[in-house]
């Protein structure tokens, strides 16, 4: 599925996998922070959020990391790159 779709549509969740130093920096409004350094550990509640998850950080690596992650344990999810990228499409629709 289109990552823009997803969210014109206001489906599933924005999770933000930078550090919460990073996040409080700036971030996407509504995202849940989630630092990629905890994903192994959260992933029960990570299953119980609204899927498809769209994941992004700074640049797309960090979000990478975590959508090869979560894929493994069955959860819906896409690499949505940069925060300010998902920020873009997400200022479109409101």
Known sequence: MN????????????VDVRTYGEFMGGHVADAINIPLSEIPQKIAALQQLIAPLILCCASGNRSGQAQQLLSQHGIECYNGGSWLDVNYCKSKVI
Do not use: L, R, V
């Open 3 to 14: 990552i823009e779709k997803i969210i014109a549509e206001n489906q599933g969740t924005i």
